[in-house]
């Protein structure tokens, strides 16, 4: 068992109160030097994650939501529908694998040369090139004269291939 799979649901329940409308934490008890007042809310924010600690131990919010609900750690990753990591309402959860969770992804990654997600100049220097991965694997989608062409072809495809995710706004 990982250590932070130690941390029990009558400890989590001990501890903390979560309100699954809102997705927020807060303390139960008072807990004296540990920054842990009761009534206040927990956590502290870490790359769009919201982290708890309880005995030492970091937890992701979203992680404890489930556990919080489900009485049982999820087996998968827990991913946010709308995208957005500190969103820690229940209905705003599900258990994803990686490669769903990574469907997340709406914008390009710092070094894409394109500036649009899945689109990636040709290797001869005319015309960009859309390309999708599906379960790990990629797909080409075909090439186009300029990058926001190219661009629609991935959107299309990824209305088809990963259609919890639509395109950004």
Avoid at 81 to 94: F, K
Wanted: hydrophobic residues 35%; glycine residues 10%.
């Amino acid at each position: 068992m990982a250590k932070r799979d130690s941390l029990t649901h009558a400890r989590l329940l001990e501890l903390l109160v979560y309100n699954q409308t809102t997705g927020i934490f807060t303390w139960r008890i008072t807990r004296k030097g540990r920054g842990c007042v009761a009534g206040r809310e927990a956590g502290t924010t870490s790359r769009g994650y919201l982290i708890i600690t309880i005995d030492y131990v970091r937890h992701r919010a979203n992680r404890l939501a489930w556990f919080y609900v489900h009485g049982a750690w999820p087996e998968a990753e827990i991913d946010h529908r709308d995208t957005i990591r500190h969103h820690n309402w229940i209905d705003n959860l599900r258990p994803a694998t990686s490669g769903e969770n990574k469907q997340n992804l709406v914008g390009p990654k710092s070094n894409n040369k394109s500036g649009y997600l899945g689109v990636y100049p040709h290797s001869n220097g005319k015309g960009w090139c859309a390309q999708i991965k599906v379960d790990g694997t990629p797909i080409y989608l075909g090439i186009r004269d300029n990058p926001e062409d190219a661009s629609a072809l991935y959107w299309a495809a990824k209305a088809t291939h990963h259609p919890f995710h639509g395109a950004p706004s």
